[in-house]
């Protein structure tokens, strides 16, 4: 079988280390892996409408940042498609079907949808489109036939929303679509990265997030300012590891090959959590260390980002290339589909004969 991988992002902002280390990261290695016959990474702007109806300047404007996050992240268009959502309309259709295969109870079932409804206060006035948004993501994921879906875990309940409909759909329309597997990130500290002020939600009002385009300066004055261990006051008092963002970022960001160059005196990330846990290390020295790391990590991705930045026109030329050829593919899938349920009257000689038959005097 072929494998094929997709995933996306909603174009509200910049992309920041959370969504690195929860799947952009990931993305760039399985590329660089060379193991996938195609690969779709997909700006989803029309599922960014679906919770910003009024505000497309928001989601019009952050569709190069985030275009400019993946090519500084590593996503090389030689080998990933990437795509804009909202100009294939084979995914409109594509919803428009699979909405007959699931039920309204099953959508309010759906965990993440109920959290981002009361995240938004959209409680007493729930838009359609929005409340039907794991649909119209089964749809991007189905079109493109993808075998392996790398998401963070808020995205399982549409994993298995989409999973739902290709079963209910291949049952009752005969075998067409993929079923696609999730692929989480490798740890718990990747899995959900706190902001740095150590609240679970990175987000830009709350100012807690650490940008991919973040400059070296800011990016310091937001280590040092970072939510650690509030009972550790003294440097000889023990320190916690719970929900201490530092080590969690850490856990995150760490690789061996930065104790000797950042860290000598200590061998591992292990040692040096035994040694906080003891007593004895100082939340300074922690985010001395982070800093080094973060800024080695992020510098790469910065001076590349700068280098796309200088010809923008050549980002959106890769974007219509990438939509192009996303769109032969979707447009594949959905000629299966309808053939597959029957709705694809003008190219069936065996409807035209039968029906000719039925009005024809034996
Ligand atoms: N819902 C995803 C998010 O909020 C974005 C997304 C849209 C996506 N379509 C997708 C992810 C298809 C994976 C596959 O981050």
């Known amino acids: 079988m072929r494998k094929v991988m997709l995933t996306g992002d909603r174009p509200t902002g910049k992309l920041h280390v959370g969504h690195y280390v929860g799947s952009l990261r990931r993305r760039v290695e399985l590329q660089n892996t060379g193991d996938f016959d195609d690969i779709f990474i997909m700006i989803a702007d029309a599922q960014a409408l679906t919770d910003n109806a009024d505000n497309p300047e928001k989601v019009r404007q952050n569709i190069i940042e985030v275009a400019l996050d993946y090519l500084a992240c590593g996503l090389d268009p030689e080998k990933s498609t990437i795509l804009i959502q909202s100009q294939i309309p084979e995914l409109c259709e594509l ?86 597997k999730i692929l989480l990130p490798e740890n718990q500290a990747c899995m959900r990265l706190p902001g740095t002020d150590g609240k679970a939600k990175m987000s830009k009002s709350l100012g807690n997030c650490i940008y991919l385009s973040e400059e070296p300066d800011e990016i310091k004055k937001k280590v040092f300012s970072m939510f650690t261990d509030p009972n550790h006051i003294r440097i000889e008092d023990p320190g916690s590891l719970e929900g201490n963002t530092v080590f969690t970022y850490l856990d995150a960001f760490c690789r061996p090959e ?60 890769m974007l219509r290339k990438g939509t192009e050829k996303a769109e032969k593919v979707a447009a594949e899938t959905l000629s299966d589909v309808k053939a597959a349920m029957k709705i694809n009257y003008f190219d069936d000689e065996e409807l035209i004969k039968m029906q000719t038959a039925k009005y024809t005097e034996a």
Do not use: C, W
């Open 258 to 317: 930065y104790f000797p160059e950042f860290l000598p005196e200590y061998e591992n990330l292990d040692e040096l959590k035994a040694h906080y846990q003891r007593g004895g290390l100082g939340d300074m020295k922690v985010k001395r260390f982070l800093n080094n790391v973060l800024q080695a990590e992020l510098e790469p991705i910065r001076n590349r980002r700068k280098e796309f930045q200088k010809d923008i026109p050549a980002v959106y030329e």
């Open 95 to 180: 919803s428009f079907y699979y909405m007959n295969l699931v039920t309204v109870s099953r959508l309010q079932r759906n965990p993440t949808v109920k959290s981002e409804i009361q995240m938004r206060n959209f409680e007493a006035s729930i838009p359609v489109g929005f409340f039907t948004y794991p649909i119209s993501q089964a749809a991007d994921i189905t079109a493109f036939k993808a075998t392996v879906v790398p998401v963070g875990e808020d995205q399982m309940p549409m994993l298995e929303q989409t999973k739902e409909i290709v079963h209910k759909f291949n049952s009752v329309y005969g075998e067409t679509l993929v079923e696609p």
